[in-house]
């Protein structure tokens, strides 16, 4: 199983940007496919995004699509989501989930993915 880390929550101003960070460890496979969802208070899950290890190809939710940006740095296995232009609504917790047997195309589902990491809040405030 995959052990997943984020890092790079915080507060931030509106208009700022976000690098959020997700270190995988603990399996003897490459992570497969990675993804980022974010959960705002009082909302259910969103999909952002999602990054296959074997090819770097990226798919993005709908709602989303132009305003995240995910990536990843195999050798260091870890994945990365970027956003400039933070506005109030992005304030939730972001998530980072992982499975090695899955291949991301189309449609980011949460049901996919057997590794979760714990999240990283970001609040976006002046």
């Known amino acids: 199983q995959v052990q997943l880390v984020e890092s790079g929550g915080g507060l931030v101003q509106p208009g700022g940007s976000l690098r959020l960070s997700c270190a995988t460890s603990?399996?003897?496979?490459?992570?497969?496919?990675a993804a980022w969802f974010r959960q705002a208070p009082g909302k259910e899950r969103e999909a952002i995004s999602c990054?296959?290890?074997?090819?770097?190809?990226?798919t993005y939710a709908d709602s989303v699509k132009g305003r995240f940006a995910i990536s990843s740095d195999n050798a260091k296995k870890t994945v990365y989501l970027q956003r400039a232009s933070l506005q109030p609504e992005d304030t939730a917790t972001y998530y980072c989930?992982?499975?090695?047997?899955?291949?991301?195309?189309?449609?980011?589902?949460?049901?996919?993915?057997?590794?979760w990491g714990q999240g990283t809040r970001v609040t976006v405030s002046s």
């Open positions: 990054i296959n290890e074997s090819d770097g190809t990226t």
């Open positions: 603990g399996s003897t496979l490459d992570y497969g496919a």
């Open positions: 989930a992982a499975d090695p047997m899955l291949y991301c195309e189309g449609s980011v589902n949460s049901a996919d993915f057997r590794s």
